[in-house]
C-alpha cells in the first residue's frame, strides 16, 4: 500500500511539473474583469445567433455586457450620430468596412487592433488569424490598419433552379457569356409547380441597391470602381459592357419593373419559382430555403459567380465584422470580446446553429460547421472568399451617395438608355462627390 | 413676501389671457424658432455630419450649387411641381364631381358619405403599400383592370414616363374626400335665393352651376386648393415607401432628394439649404393662392 501511495504521489506531482508550461500558457480571460462594456448590435441573423451566447462570455471574462440591437437603418444612423459627437460610449459595434470604414477611419474614429493581435497577453494563443478566410481578412484592412474581425461573410454568387437547368438540358453557366445565352435559353420556359412560365434571370435593379450586386459583373468584365489613382474607372470600356450586360439580362430576361426590385421583392420572385437563375448574396440562403415561404426549397444550386471573358474573377467578399471606437474607455475589453465573439467555438456555434456564413476556414472544413448548409453552397463560398474581391462597394468616404449615383446608371442601362453616357455622367457625379467628401 | 405675492395675484386677475397663455406661446416658440432658426444658419454653412472639420460658412453658395450645378435638384424641382399640379388638379375635378353628386337627397346619403371618407383616415404607409402590391406588373390588380378595358400591361411605378402619375393617382385616392367634405360644407352654406330667381327667369340645370354655383363656390374651392397644393409640395409617405424617388431618380421630389441628401449622405448644410427652397416654395405658393382667393371673393 505505502509503495502504491508513493507511486501515485510521484504521478501526481509529475502531472503537475508537465502541466505547469501549459498552464503559465494559458490565456487569462479574467483580465478584464469588472468591466462594463457596451455593444451595438445590428439586428441581423449573427446578432440573432450570438445574442443567446452572450452569457457564456460574461462568465468566462467577468465582464459585463450592455448590448443594444436596432434595425440596420436605425442602426447606421445611430452609431453616426454618437461618433460624430465625439462623446461616444459605445466599446465595440457590428461594421461593414466597404460601408462606412473609410469615412470612419478618416474622421479619426475607429481603434485599429493590430497592436491588439500581435500581443500576446491580450490575444489568446490559439485566436489564430490566419484561419479567417483570406479575403475577408483583406476587407477588414483599411488604410494599412485591422479594424476588426470579420464575423460574417457573403458573396455574390449565382444561385440557380437545378431542376429547370436539368428539365430544358441547359449547361450551368461559368461565364459571363454562358450566364447570358442560359438567361435567354431559359426565358418564358415553365418552370413554376403549375406549369407557368418564368424568367431567365432575376437581380437588383433599385438604384443603390443594384450596384453592390452589379459589383461582381463589374469586376468579371475586368473593370473595378476606381484606377489606382482614384479616379473612377467604372465607366471604362469593360465597365460600360458591364452595365451593358446587367441592363440587357434585366430587360430582355429578367421579371418587368426589376428597376425597383431590391434583394427582397428579388428573393421573393426566386423563392416563388418564378426564375430559373438569381444573382445576389449567397447569404440568402436560408430565404431561399425556407420551408414556409418557398417553392423552391431543395431546388436551387449555389454556384460561384461566373467568370468574365479573360477568366477575371467576379465574386464580391461582402463581410459584417466588429469595430471599436477610439473614444471607448474599455478597448482591452472591448478586444477580448471581438476575441471571444469571433473565435473558432462561436463562429462555429453560429454557423452549425442557425446556418450563419461565418469567416472561419476551420469551420467549413468542420462537419459540424456545414450541417445547416448546402454543400455546394460551402464549395462556392470557401473558394469565392478566397478569389473574389472585397470591393463590393467603390471605396470612397462617400458611399451611399456614390452608389445613388451609379445606381443611376444601372437604371439607365436597364430601361435601355444610352449606357455609355450615363456611365460617364456617373463618373462625374463621382468624382465631384470624392472631391468635396475627400478634402484632406 | 406677502405683498409680492397679493401683487401677482392681482396681476394675474387683470391679466388672465396673456399669463395663462404665455408657457404654451414660449413653448411653441422655441420648439418652432429653434429648428427653423437652426436651419437657416446651417443653410449658409457646409457640413458633412460624419467630417472631422466643423461647420464653415460659405455664404450663399449651397443655393448657387443647386440652382447652377445640381441637375438633381433640379430635376426634383420639376418632379415637384409637376406631381403636385397634376394631384392637386385630379383631385379638385374629382372631389368637387363628387360633392355635387352627394349633396343631392338620396337613400343612404350620410352611409355612403362616410365611406368616401375612409381613405383619409387610413394611413399613408399603409395605402403605399397595398398600392405597391396593386401595381405590381405581374401579381397587381391594376394591370388586370386595365386589361379588361384592353390598355397595358404597364410597369406602373417602374416606368420613369409614368412614375409621377402613378404616384399621383394613390394621392388622389387617398385625398380626394378632402376636396369632397371642404366642398359639401360650401354647398350648405349657399344662398337659396340665386337659385330662385334663375329658375323664375328659366335658367337650365347647367346653367345654374356655371353661373352660379361655381362662382359662388370659388372661395370654398381656393381653400382646399390651397390645402391640397401645400401637402402635395411636401408630400413624402407616398413616394418613400413606393419607389424611393426611383427609378433612377424618376420620382424623386424635393422632399425625398431632402431627405437622402440629410439622412443618408449626412451632407447637412446643403440639405438645409434645401429646406430653405423647399419653405420658400411652400410658402410661394399658399402666397399666391391667398392671393387669387381674396382677388376672387
Not at chain 1, 468616404?397 to 446608371?409: H, L, N, S, T
Request: charged letters at 15%; hydrophobic letters at 50%; glycine letters at 8%.
Amino acid at each position: 500500500m505505502g509503495v502504491t501511495r508513493k507511486v501515485w504521489v510521484l504521478a501526481i506531482a509529475l502531472c503537475v511539473a508537465m502541466a505547469s508550461p501549459a498552464l503559465a500558457q494559458q490565456f487569462n480571460w479574467q483580465q478584464a474583469k469588472g468591466t462594463q462594456l457596451r455593444v451595438l448590435l445590428n439586428k441581423h441573423p449573427w446578432q440573432g445567433a450570438i445574442e443567446p451566447h452572450l452569457k457564456e462570455f460574461e462568465t468566462l471574462t467577468g465582464i459585463k455586457l450592455i448590448a443594444e440591437v436596432y434595425p440596420e437603418d436605425q442602426f447606421r444612423a445611430k452609431v453616426l450620430v454618437e461618433l460624430t459627437s465625439g462623446a461616444s460610449s459605445i466599446d465595440v459595434f457590428m461594421s461593414m468596412p466597404a460601408q462606412e470604414g473609410l469615412k470612419y477611419v478618416r474622421a479619426g474614429w475607429l481603434q485599429p487592433v493590430d497592436e491588439f493581435l500581435k500581443n500576446p497577453s491580450l490575444t489568446a494563443p490559439d485566436y489564430n488569424w490566419n484561419d479567417f478566410l483570406e479575403k475577408t481578412r483583406e476587407a477588414m484592412v483599411i488604410e494599412g490598419k485591422i479594424i476588426g474581425p470579420p464575423i460574417q461573410v457573403e458573396n455574390t454568387s449565382l444561385m440557380f433552379r437545378k431542376d429547370v437547368f436539368q428539365k430544358y438540358n441547359v449547361k450551368v453557366p461559368t461565364t459571363l457569356d454562358e450566364l447570358e445565352a442560359a438567361a435567354k435559353a431559359l426565358n418564358g420556359k415553365a418552370m413554376t409547380d403549375d406549369g407557368q412560365p418564368g424568367y431567365g434571370i432575376v437581380a437588383r435593379g433599385k438604384r443603390a441597391a443594384a450596384t453592390s450586386q452589379f459589383a461582381a459583373y463589374l469586376h468579371a468584365m475586368g473593370s473595378t470602381w476606381l484606377a489606382p489613382n482614384r479616379e473612377p474607372m467604372f465607366n471604362n470600356e469593360d465597365g460600360v459592357k458591364a452595365l451593358e450586360l446587367y441592363g440587357r439580362l434585366l430587360r430582355l430576361y429578367g421579371p418587368p419593373g426589376s428597376e425597383n426590385n431590391h434583394w427582397y421583392e428579388a428573393s421573393s420572385i426566386f423563392s416563388q419559382g418564378k426564375a430559373a437563375m438569381y444573382t445576389d448574396a449567397n447569404s440568402l440562403f436560408p430565404v431561399i430555403e425556407d420551408a414556409q415561404k418557398s417553392k423552391v426549397v431543395g431546388k436551387v444550386g449555389y454556384a460561384l459567380f461566373p467568370r468574365g471573358p479573360k477568366g477575371q474573377q467576379g465574386a464580391t467578399v461582402a463581410a459584417w465584422g466588429l469595430a471599436m471606437p477610439k473614444t471607448s474607455q474599455n478597448q482591452k475589453a472591448a478586444w477580448l470580446f471581438m476575441q471571444w465573439a469571433t473565435a473558432k467555438e462561436q463562429v462555429l456555434a453560429v454557423q452549425s446553429e442557425k446556418g450563419v456564413l461565418g469567416a472561419r476556414e476551420s469551420v467549413w472544413k468542420d462537419p459540424r460547421g456545414m450541417a445547416k448548409v448546402p454543400a455546394d453552397l460551402r464549395e462556392s463560398l470557401t473558394v469565392g472568399s478566397k478569389v473574389g474581391t472585397p470591393l463590393w462597394n467603390p471605396p470612397v468616404v462617400a458611399v451611399a451617395e456614390c452608389r445613388d449615383a451609379i445606381g443611376a446608371a444601372i437604371v439607365v442601362a436597364i430601361q435601355g438608355g444610352d449606357v455609355k453616357v450615363a456611365a460617364n455622367k456617373a463618373a462625374t457625379d463621382v468624382k465631384r462627390i470624392m472631391l468635396e467628401t475627400e478634402k484632406k | 413676501m406677502r405683498h409680492l405675492g397679493i401683487g401677482w395675484s392681482r396681476f394675474v386677475e387683470r391679466h388672465p389671457v396673456p399669463v395663462f397663455t404665455l408657457p404654451s406661446v414660449v413653448a411653441v416658440a422655441l420648439l418652432m424658432a429653434f429648428p427653423v432658426g437652426y436651419t437657416l444658419y446651417m443653410s449658409v454653412h457646409s457640413w458633412y455630419a460624419s467630417s472631422v472639420t466643423s461647420p464653415h460658412f460659405v455664404g450663399l453658395e449651397n443655393f448657387r450649387r443647386a440652382f447652377v450645378e445640381d441637375d438633381r435638384f433640379r430635376n426634383a424641382l420639376w418632379l415637384t411641381v409637376y406631381f403636385t399640379a397634376l394631384a392637386t388638379a385630379l383631385q379638385l375635378v374629382l372631389g368637387v364631381s363628387l360633392a355635387l353628386v352627394l349633396n343631392r337627397p338620396f337613400r343612404g346619403k350620410g352611409l355612403v358619405r362616410s365611406i368616401f371618407l375612409l381613405p383619409m383616415v387610413a394611413t399613408p404607409v399603409a395605402i403605399a403599400l397595398v398600392w405597391m402590391m396593386m401595381y405590381n406588373p405581374t401579381l397587381g390588380v391594376m394591370n388586370y383592370l386595365v386589361g379588361l378595358v384592353g390598355l397595358g400591361p404597364y410597369r406602373w411605378v417602374s416606368n420613369a414616363a409614368i412614375v409621377v402619375p402613378a404616384l399621383a393617382v394613390v394621392d388622389t385616392w387617398e385625398w380626394t374626400p378632402l376636396i369632397t367634405l371642404i366642398t359639401l360644407a360650401g354647398l350648405a352654406t349657399l344662398p337659396i335665393e340665386p337659385y330662385e330667381s334663375a329658375l323664375i327667369d328659366g335658367a337650365s340645370a347647367t346653367q345654374m352651376f356655371w353661373r352660379i354655383t361655381l362662382p359662388l363656390l370659388r372661395p370654398t374651392i381656393m381653400v382646399a386648393l390651397l390645402f391640397r397644393a401645400i401637402d402635395c409640395l411636401k408630400t413624402f409617405d407616398i413616394i418613400y415607401v413606393m419607389t424611393q424617388g426611383g427609378p433612377g431618380f424618376a420620382s424623386e421630389t424635393l422632399n425625398v432628394y431632402t431627405f437622402q441628401v440629410g439622412l443618408f449622405y449626412f451632407h447637412i448644410g446643403y440639405a438645409s439649404s434645401l429646406l430653405v427652397i423647399l419653405f420658400a416654395l411652400v410658402l410661394g405658393v399658399s402666397l399666391l393662392l391667398i392671393k387669387v382667393r381674396r382677388g376672387a371673393w
